[in-house]
């Protein structure tokens, strides 16, 4: 759906981002993860058209944004972090505005009912915008944004400003687009990105420094495995077993209660059957024994600190 | 063509919602009625040609100051407001939105200009005049506003915010009204050259008196399309910056 090859844009001197090369297949629903100022909006302005690069290419649905940029622009609803809307209309003129300018000549209010439907905005049809709430504004943003159905719908902070029942509208809103469409959206927020997203790219200074899912991205920071472990028995029986144990790298103990220990470890890679069979053996009484996943949060500080490949001790990190 | 109906459709809905449209024609028109009271009809006699005449020269005035108030916003205001986004983001060619934002204005200056009517409606009543010479003058009226409508837009497209686009649009047009003085010091050729683009001076004044010549029609539509293209190249050039 998108192919973004070395794209890279300045603003006088200064690069708000540099050689973006990635492709997005139709249907995904990708994050663009980062700091303020990391290139996000930058990134959208190029794909949805507002912006053109200093150097590189960008194909949308097999199109040239250079070379066609009206028919590439027809295939996008964008949605920037702040609503476009024309506050004297109502919701149903503005919706039937935006449908027609981007190129929706046959129903009209058959598809502003559709969207309406899709976007809770039914009851709100004849009222001014600038009668609305701040929730229901975006909700119309977002209705502008596919009204025409586009095969992609890019999101600037789709969230920001809005209170805590309305996020969650939102997030329900957006959930409900990836049936139908390939979805970009930008947010600094990761527990936003976590729950919307497949895949994630993650910026940083305008450069990608990573692109996966959770999990892949989670790898790139760090080879090494993490356990979390409980076993019944003696602490130093179960510093003697994880001693001798060439596998692992780093342990730490984090409690000793009730003739309980528990332990955060490190394997160098997935050598989770040798350890399990040298705690049995040792004769400990086995009664956890689980990875711990990164959280998003770290792998991004990982990601976005340069620390990538650095070993991992963090008795902060929760167990998945 | 749809998108420029669009454009146009929505420009006039927003003229008809806003208090703006409403205090424009107010006031523009409260100006025009004492103009021509106190100017036109108000000194000793005169013979009603005369009298038309100055009605014209009177009303363009009130026409020009309210093509600036008109055109600052055109697209600075979006720009303010976030909405160009909305456009620039859509479908729609630079050309169509510039054309649009034009044509929508300028149906608004005429609406608002057809208004003034009345005065010209008495003359003939109670004097001698052709309605060939009041279609000239309202024609001439027209070309005159769409001339600094499409100044203020490029103007508008320039300018960060409406203040801006106002003051320059004010600038801009006081310097083409103004060119006739410029070309009385300057010498062979540019004194030809100011005295040529002085857009009321030199060629408002023959539509005054009822006189239409081409060359003035084509002055004016010239500079309008002028204006039209330098505005599409700056909304152009911004999506390189």
Same mark, same amino acid.
């Given at each position: 759906?998108?192919?973004?090859?070395?794209?890279?844009?300045?603003?006088?001197?200064?690069?708000?981002?540099?050689?973006?090369?990635?492709?997005?297949?139709?249907?995904?629903?990708?994050?663009?993860?980062?700091?303020?100022?990391?290139?996000?909006?930058?990134?959208?302005?190029?794909?949805?058209?507002?912006?053109?690069?200093?150097?590189?290419?960008?194909?949308?649905?097999?199109?040239?944004?250079?070379?066609?940029?009206?028919?590439?622009?027809?295939?996008?609803?964008?949605?920037?972090?702040?609503?476009?809307?024309?506050?004297?209309?109502?919701?149903?003129?503005?919706?039937?505005?935006?449908?027609?300018?981007?190129?929706?000549?046959?129903?009209?209010?058959?598809?502003?009912?559709?969207?309406?439907?899709?976007?809770?905005?039914?009851?709100?049809?004849?009222?001014?915008?600038?009668?609305?709430?701040?929730?229901?504004?975006?909700?119309?943003?977002?209705?502008?944004?596919?009204?025409?159905?586009?095969?992609?719908?890019?999101?600037?902070?789709?969230?920001?400003?809005?209170?805590?029942?309305?996020?969650?509208?939102?997030?329900?809103?957006?959930?409900?687009?990836?049936?139908?469409?390939?979805?970009?959206?930008?947010?600094?927020?990761?527990?936003?990105?976590?729950?919307?997203?497949?895949?994630?790219?993650?910026?940083?200074?305008?450069?990608?420094?990573?692109?996966?899912?959770?999990?892949?991205?989670?790898?790139?920071?760090?080879?090494?495995?993490?356990?979390?472990?409980?076993?019944?028995?003696?602490?130093?029986?179960?510093?003697?077993?994880?001693?001798?144990?060439?596998?692992?790298?780093?342990?730490?103990?984090?409690?000793?209660?009730?003739?309980?220990?528990?332990?955060?470890?490190?394997?160098?890679?997935?050598?989770?059957?040798?350890?399990?069979?040298?705690?049995?053996?040792?004769?400990?009484?086995?009664?956890?024994?689980?990875?711990?996943?990164?959280?998003?949060?770290?792998?991004?500080?990982?990601?976005?600190?340069?620390?990538?490949?650095?070993?991992?001790?963090?008795?902060?990190?929760?167990?998945? | 063509?749809?998108?420029?109906?669009?454009?146009?459709?929505?420009? $006039?809905?927003?003229? @008809?919602?806003?208090?703006? %449209?409403? #205090?424009?024609?107010? /006031?523009?028109?409260?100006?025009? *009625? !004492? +103009?021509?009271?106190?100017?036109?009809?108000?000194?000793?006699?005169?013979?009603?040609?005369?009298?038309?005449?100055?009605?014209?020269?009177?009303?363009?005035?009130?026409?020009?100051?309210?093509?600036?108030?008109?055109?600052?916003?055109?697209?600075?205001?979006?720009?303010?407001?976030?909405?160009?986004?909305?456009?620039?983001?859509?479908?729609?060619?630079?050309?169509?939105?510039?054309?649009?934002?034009?044509?929508?204005?300028?149906?608004?200056?005429?609406?608002?200009?057809?208004?003034?009517?009345?005065?010209?409606?008495?003359?003939?009543?109670?004097?001698?005049?052709? $309605?060939?010479?009041? @279609?000239?003058?309202?024609? %001439?009226? #027209?070309?005159?506003? /769409?001339?600094?409508?499409?100044? *203020? !837009? +490029?103007?508008?497209?320039?300018?960060?915010?409406?203040?801006?686009?106002?003051?320059?649009?004010?600038?801009?047009?006081?310097?083409?009204?103004?060119?006739?003085?410029?070309?009385?010091?300057?010498?062979?050729?540019?004194?030809?050259?100011?005295?040529?683009?002085?857009?009321?001076?030199?060629?408002?004044?023959?539509?005054?008196?009822?006189?239409?010549?081409?060359?003035?029609?084509?002055?004016?539509?010239?500079?309008?399309?002028?204006?039209?293209?330098?505005?599409?190249?700056?909304?152009?050039?911004?999506?390189?910056?």
């Amino acid at each position: 759906m998108i192919e973004a090859e070395n794209v890279t844009k300045y603003y006088g001197p200064h690069a708000a981002v540099r050689d973006l090369s990635f492709k997005i297949a139709p249907g995904e629903v990708v994050g663009l993860l980062g700091r303020n100022g990391a290139g996000k909006t930058t990134t959208l302005k190029i794909l949805s058209g507002l912006l053109l690069p200093t150097c590189g290419r960008v194909h949308i649905a097999g199109l040239d944004m250079q070379r066609e940029p009206e028919a590439v622009r027809a295939r996008i609803g964008f949605l920037p972090e702040r609503p476009a809307l024309y506050p004297e209309m109502t919701v149903a003129e503005f919706l039937v505005f935006a449908a027609h300018i981007k190129g929706l000549h046959g129903n009209v209010r058959a598809a502003v009912e559709r969207v309406a439907a899709s976007t809770d905005l039914c009851e709100v049809l004849d009222e001014r915008i600038d009668t609305l709430s701040n929730g229901y504004q975006r909700r119309v943003a977002i209705a502008q944004a596919v009204v025409h159905e586009p095969g992609l719908i890019l999101l600037d902070e789709p969230t920001s400003g809005l209170d805590p029942v309305q996020i969650v509208h939102m997030r329900k809103l957006i959930l409900k687009l990836r049936r139908k469409h390939t979805v970009l959206v930008s947010s600094h927020i990761l527990g936003e990105i976590h729950q919307l997203c497949d895949r994630i790219f993650v910026l940083e200074q305008g450069r990608i420094v990573g692109v996966g899912t959770e999990e892949e991205l989670a790898r790139q920071v760090s080879a090494s495995m993490k356990l979390s472990v409980e076993v019944r028995g003696g602490r130093a029986a179960l510093e003697a077993v994880l001693r001798q144990t060439k596998t692992v790298q780093h342990f730490a103990i984090d409690g000793e209660h009730d003739g309980r220990v528990e332990a955060t470890l490190e394997l160098a890679g997935d050598e989770r059957a040798e350890l399990a069979r040298a705690l049995v053996q040792a004769d400990l009484g086995l009664l956890r024994f689980e990875r711990v996943h990164l959280e998003l949060e770290n792998i991004f500080l990982k990601l976005t600190s340069g620390e990538a490949g650095a070993s991992l001790v963090s008795a902060k990190e929760t167990a998945a | 063509m749809h998108n420029v109906i669009y454009i146009l459709r929505r420009e $006039l809905s927003q003229y @008809l919602r806003s208090p703006m %449209g409403y #205090i424009i024609i107010a /006031a523009v028109l409260a100006i025009d *009625g !004492l +103009l021509f009271n106190a100017w036109a009809v108000g000194e000793g006699q005169r013979r009603s040609g005369e009298v038309l005449e100055m009605f014209f020269y009177l009303t363009s005035g009130p026409t020009l100051l309210a093509s600036i108030f008109i055109a600052m916003r055109l697209i600075a205001e979006e720009r303010q407001t976030g909405t160009l986004v909305l456009i620039s983001t859509a479908p729609v060619r630079d050309y169509e939105l510039v054309l649009g934002k034009f044509l929508g204005a300028l149906t608004f200056l005429s609406a608002m200009t057809a208004m003034s009517v009345y005065m010209p409606v008495l003359v003939m009543l109670h004097g001698k005049v052709s $309605l060939g010479h009041v @279609l000239v003058g309202y024609l %001439g009226l #027209i070309l005159l506003g /769409a001339a600094a409508l499409a100044l *203020g !837009l +490029l103007c508008s497209a320039v300018a960060p915010n409406q203040l801006i686009a106002a003051i320059l649009g004010a600038a801009v047009i006081t310097v083409f009204v103004l060119l006739w003085l410029l070309s009385r010091i300057a010498s062979p050729p540019l004194e030809t050259l100011l005295g040529y683009l002085s857009i009321h001076d030199k060629h408002f004044r023959p539509f005054m008196r009822g006189i239409l010549s081409v060359q003035d029609v084509v002055f004016y539509l010239s500079l309008v399309y002028v204006a039209l293209v330098a505005t599409t190249r700056v909304l152009e050039a911004r999506r390189w910056r």
